[in-house]
């Protein structure tokens, strides 16, 4: 084994680790450089609020080690140095340095105002089939003369699908340019063929409706002034039934009070 090599990590805090780099945790990642290589790091006060989270306990570490509480989870984060998951940092001492320059600290623990740099990269697997998928889609490409007539008659008919297919889209996106400048002369504001073509939509709804009128986007100016109307109308609305109710609930109130029997007070009124 060689020296700089790390000490075999647990598999509970390797589950630990994986879970602080999912995006389910919620922690923010930044990059820098350390030692000349980019790196990414993170603050200790999000690491530990992700363990507190309910996305944590419902992995299967967080359910064998239960709720913890934000000792228990910095304690938790602080066994994980020793292993080199990851290592305390700062920001370089050279005040010219930019901010993402950063330096290892002597002493190793783990605080939640500190920040610590990533040395775990996680499940290694994805990337290595990721890797074979990429050789081996470039040696099927080098080795086509030899693939079979028919599978290269194949994929010669399929790219030829393909090609006529990305011209008749180029095409139809000329055409209604055309078609647009043309009408926006005649008859203004314009018609559009297939006006959702480069809309974000689903592949049909690209082409609902067949045609349209072109829809000039309004000033910024005037989007701000129009919702901020709407919004005003939204209070004033709410103002009127708040007053309605309490003109509603001071009626109910009065009728009740004449209608109330009469109290001891009232008697010795009568009386006196």
Known sequence: MEANAPPERPKNLCQVADYLLSPQSGVKKRDGVFNESRVTYFR?????????????????????LGELTREQAAELLGSMIPHQFFLKVERHSD?????????????QSFSEDAVFVWRYEGSQLRSHLMAGGML???????????????????????????LILLGLFFAMAIVRLILFGITY??????IWIFPNLFED???????IPFWGWHEPEEPKEKQAAI??????KAI??????????????SD???????????????AVEDES
């Open 227 to 232: 919702k901020k109307a709407a919004s005003g």
């Open 136 to 162: 081996f889609i470039v040696l099927a490409g080098v080795m086509f003369p030899l693939w079979p007539v028919p599978l290269r008659l194949g994929v010669w008919y399929l790219s030829v699908g393909v």
């Open 201 to 207: 939509v689903g592949f049909v709804d690209s082409f």
């Open 44 to 64: 200790g006060k999000g690491a530990v609020n992700s363990l507190l989270k309910p996305e944590f306990r419902q992995t299967a570490v967080g359910k064998e």
């Open 95 to 107: 005040p010219d340095a930019p901010k993402n320059i950063l330096q290892l600290v002597q002493y």
């Open 185 to 190: 002369v005649i008859l203004k504001p314009g």
């Open 236 to 249: 004033t609305g709410e103002e009127a039934q708040e007053e309605v109710h309490t003109q509603v609930v």
């Open 252 to 266: 109910e109130t009065a009728e009740k009070i004449s209608k109330r029997r009469p109290m001891v007070e009232d």
